[in-house]
């Protein structure tokens, strides 16, 4: 007979067993680590950034006014001359930027964050247009035949800009931006005229003005912290720089004289206006100086852990010595002797139409003790184009119209690097024993040297059914010249190794500063691979590398300079000692 249970027996038994429990639970709750403190936007960062802009006004103005009517037939050219040089062109600004930024967070009310951030980035932004007019003078069939070609460039942008964000995640900050915006602006343009039937002759009227505009931007964007001290974000900006508009007075005037006597007979005034204004959509990446908590909080976008790690120590020298090709492509112009001719290109376009194999043959060397680095690289190309390729800038007229132009263009370009640099932090990557995210900042010297060789032949004709005259022609000019410099350059890289010999690094930087040239920057990624193949030790790697620069010298009938982006993939193989 099973022996009943009273309930004063089962009150006792679940007392026992609470006196007993208790005092291990307690110990584990006051055993147990406090929760970490919350992750913060709060602080000071710096970073790398590029992407994307094209235009939000595409027009180029010329207006000219009449400054002198005179010659064999006064008050006859004047007004049909200065309306041949006016009118509107269409120039677009689209091309790729890349810079640096720096800023502060603080975060308030739990998820609102507020900041300030200010940035600078080279710009490889050019447009380029041209206008054929002929302006009836109402008197006799005569015209003014008038060819203007304008080009215009953004070298550099920068904004301060004011952050208000509001932190979706604790890791996930949206964020709506505006303030300060400025920029380097470049505005060329050539205008040639004939004025028919006359024994009068052109001298052209031409301009190169640069200036720095100061205007506003306004965007937003969305940034991700991924681990405590990095986080990465994509933006969208607005900006606009205001209409350029330097006034007559900054431009050569367009003056036509007598064959026979050399007398002035007339002459215009020309002014230029454009709106810098566009489009930028970039990413980048910020190291931020504080964000308190160990790490950023996981979420399901999170990428590997990353846990702050030493820098290696100074010890055995590394060396690896790289030979790799460039498949090059240009867009941009240069100039030898007073001609300039825009390159337009990309590495497809140099592949089919290029009379020469476009492929840079260069070498990189880069030796490494610990977290101090130096390195040494350089680039040799030689590219033929002819044709389409090619866009005439300054068009030969003299006294006919240039209805058709060919070219031919040689370039010779060697581009060389020195320089060193630190690993400024390194992080591990709690997926992989081998993994690591490593920052480098480095600084060094850029030596550039051009060698050009033009031919340009030009074929013109004015109809004789417009004017009741035909006038046919060809001229043929030869130049080429050499120039050389130096750029000071900084930048930072970033390398990211999946595993132990597999690699992806991003590197960008910007230089000239007008000590060599205006301005420049390059930006490069790539993926490498560490194997071995007869007891070598090899590294093959595949990339994508873009160089801008802006140079330019002396004037006139000496002008030389390049202004231009060369590039284009990277592949090659490397020798590991």
Do not use: C
């Amino acid at each position: 007979m099973a022996r009943r249970i009273s309930r004063t027996t089962v009150i006792l038994s679940l007392l026992l067993s609470t006196v007993v429990v208790a005092p291990g639970m307690a110990a584990d709750l006051f055993t147990q680590q406090a929760p970490p403190p919350a992750f913060s936007w709060s602080g000071f960062y710096v970073g790398f950034h590029g992407g994307y802009t094209w235009t939000g006004d595409n027009g180029v103005v010329t207006a000219s006014g009449n400054l002198v009517d005179g010659g064999a037939t006064p008050g006859l050219w004047g007004n049909a001359s200065a309306l041949g040089a006016s009118g509107f062109a269409n120039a677009r600004l689209n091309g790729f930027v890349s810079g640096a930024q720096a800023g502060y967070n603080w975060q308030f009310a739990e998820r609102y964050v507020l900041g300030f951030e200010a940035d600078i980035a080279g710009a490889g932004v050019r447009g380029g247009g041209g206008l054929l007019n002929v302006t009836p003078t109402g008197v006799g069939g005569s015209s003014a035949v008038t060819s203007s070609t304008v080009d215009r460039s953004l070298e550099h942008l920068g904004t301060a800009r004011a952050r208000l964000g509001y932190a979706v995640t604790p890791t996930l900050l949206a964020y709506a931006t505006g303030g300060l915006a400025y920029g380097g602006v470049d505005v060329r343009t050539t205008i040639r005229q004939t004025l028919t039937p006359s024994a009068l002759i052109s001298n052209g009227g031409k301009a190169d003005i640069y200036d720095v505009r100061v205007g506003w931007a306004l965007g937003a964007g969305v940034e991700y912290a991924f681990a405590k001290n990095l986080s990465a974000k994509v933006e969208y900006l607005y900006y606009d720089l205001g209409v350029f508009a330097p006034g007559a007075g900054r431009t050569t005037p367009l003056v036509q004289t007598s064959i026979l006597t050399g007398a002035l007979a007339v002459a215009n005034a020309t002014n230029l206006s454009t709106r810098f204004n566009g489009h930028i959509v970039r990413v980048g990446l910020n190291y931020r100086f504080d964000g308190t908590g160990p790490d950023a909080s996981p979420s399901p976008l999170s990428a590997p852990t990353l846990i702050a790690a030493a820098a290696p120590a100074f010890g055995d020298w590394r060396v690896s010595l790289t030979p790799y090709m460039w498949a090059v492509g240009m867009n941009g112009s240069v100039t030898a002797k007073g001609k300039t001719v825009g390159t337009d290109a990309s590495f497809i376009d140099s592949l089919t139409q290029s009379s020469s194999f476009p492929l840079a043959f260069m070498g990189r060397i880069e030796a490494r003790n610990g977290p101090a680095f130096f390195y040494g690289d350089l680039a040799w190309m030689q590219v033929r184009f002819s044709g389409s390729s090619l866009r005439l800038n300054t068009p030969t007229l003299d006294a006919n119209i240039a209805l058709r132009a060919d070219a031919r263009l040689k370039q010779t370009l060697a581009i060389g690097e020195a320089g060193a640099g630190y690993e400024l932090a390194r992080y591990s990557l709690g997926g992989g024993p081998d993994a690591f995210v490593a920052v480098d900042a480095y600084g060094g010297l850029r030596y550039w040297f051009l060698g050009v060789d033009l031919d340009l032949d030009a074929l013109g004709a004015i109809d004789s059914r417009l004017l009741d005259v035909q006038q046919v022609g060809a001229k043929a000019i030869s130049k080429s010249g050499n120039i050389q410099w130096i750029d000071p350059v900084i930048g930072g890289r970033v390398r990211y190794q999946t595993q132990s010999g597999e690699e992806f690094q991003f590197r960008g930087d910007i230089g000239g500063f007008d000590v060599g040239s205006k301005f420049g920057w390059q930006a490069y990624g790539g993926y490498s691979r560490d194997f071995q193949f007869a007891g070598l030790n090899l590294t093959s790697l595949i990339g994508y590398r873009a160089v801008s620069v802006n140079y330019a010298a002396g004037s006139g009938a000496t002008a030389r300079g390049l202004n231009t982006i060369v590039h284009g993939p990277v592949t090659g193989m490397a020798l590991r000692f």
